[in-house]
């Protein structure tokens, strides 16, 4: 992508959205980030940090709770009267939780309220901010999915049995509907500037994180790698509407 980008991460002040922030600021600086968080006070905190990490980038804040649609239609209002447009959305807020106890008002609880997160919360982030996006030239949406999305891993034994059921499946919905967005917009071609976002899911892999408990193996900043190649590169160097991650030095696909 060419320079002057306006890009937007949800559940940016922590976490995988906050290395994300950290590493396209220090590699393409000439970009404006915004951070959308629930809290602007921890969205500030994580700028001041980002600054002290060296990140020179211009640097916003928009409140956004991905379960609050009010919140999410202001964001929206705020980045078009401030920006204009915008280029990337990068959706990387998510939850994950087991069920309370093993009865079925719990189970059903956990499930709804992990769907609602990671998957309904999404579709209504993205169908908010799509007029934005039709708005920029090289226009592109990231789903931070994870290696739990990916059925045939699972199936063939490369993953171990998941301990929170309800957020792999959900990150297994989140790919189906990767594929079902952009092939929602290539239908649109030529129509009210559909046909230009380019929709990818990813996996950063298990990273040393507060989601996890800090009990990942892989640097956050290495999770953010496969972010970074997606938002930064050139229109259609990557498979649209694909599952990705950067491993040993390199993109590859990841198997659904």
């Keep these: 992508m060419s320079s002057l980008h306006v890009i937007l991460t949800t559940g940016a002040n922590r976490g995988i ?8 600021g220090l590699r393409s600086p000439q970009n404006t980030y915004i951070l959308a968080c629930r809290s602007p006070s921890s969205g500030a905190d994580a700028v ?7 990140v020179k980038a211009k640097l916003d804040v928009v409140e956004l709770d991905i379960l609050n649609d009010e919140t999410i239609v202001k964001a929206a209002k705020y980045v078009e009267e401030k920006y204009g447009r915008l280029d990337v959305l990068i959706n990387n807020a998510a939850i994950a939780s087991r069920p309370k106890s ?14 609602n997160a990671n998957i309904t919360s999404v579709m209504a982030v993205t169908s908010t901010f799509l007029p934005l996006l039709h708005k920029a030239e090289e226009p592109r949406v990231i789903n931070v999915s994870s290696a ?36 929602s917009e290539d239908a649109r071609e030529g129509n009210e500037g559909g046909g230009k976002v380019e929709y990818f899911t ?12 800090f009990k ?7 999770g953010a790698e496969v972010v970074v190649q997606l938002a930064t590169a050139g229109r259609g160097k990557w498979t649209k509407g694909g599952f990705w991650e950067f491993e040993e030095g390199g993109m590859r696909e990841v198997p659904w």
């Design 17 to 24: 959205g906050f290395s994300i922030i950290q590493s396209l």
């Design 102 to 115: 093993e009865s079925l008002a719990d189970m059903r609880e956990n499930f709804n309220t992990t769907f």
């Design 202 to 213: 990813i996996n950063p892999g298990h990273c040393k994180t507060g989601f996890n408990g």
């Design 148 to 183: 739990r999305g990916s059925v045939t891993r699972s199936a063939n034994g490369q993953m171990p049995p998941a301990v929170v059921v309800s957020y792999g499946v959900s990150k297994s919905a989140l790919n189906a509907l990767t594929v079902e967005m952009q092939r």
């Design 216 to 222: 990942g193996i892989k640097d956050p900043l290495d």
């Design 48 to 54: 001041k940090e980002l600054q002290n990490l060296g």
